[in-house]
């Protein structure tokens, strides 16, 4: 596995900040999938923005079938 950038955002606005000033990151929100993929050096991110902390429940709603997260 390669070295990487871990941040941890607070705000929404900091999570954009930091995928924006790095276009190799990527974003865990549970993340084995992620880690998994890094042991097997499938991907390699040069950062990890963690968003498990964020508030985002504006952004996942449920409905009929189960949930939509998105606009």
Known sequence: MNRFDY????????AIRA??????????AGGTNLVDLMKYDVMAP???VDINELDLK?????????????A
């Open 7 to 14: 941040v941890r955002p607070t705000s929404i606005d900091e």
């Open 19 to 28: 995928l924006a000033e790095t276009p190799a990151a990527k974003i865990i």
């Open 46 to 48: 040069d950062t990890i």
């Open 58 to 70: 504006e952004f996942v709603r449920e409905t009929d079938g189960g949930y939509r997260i998105g």
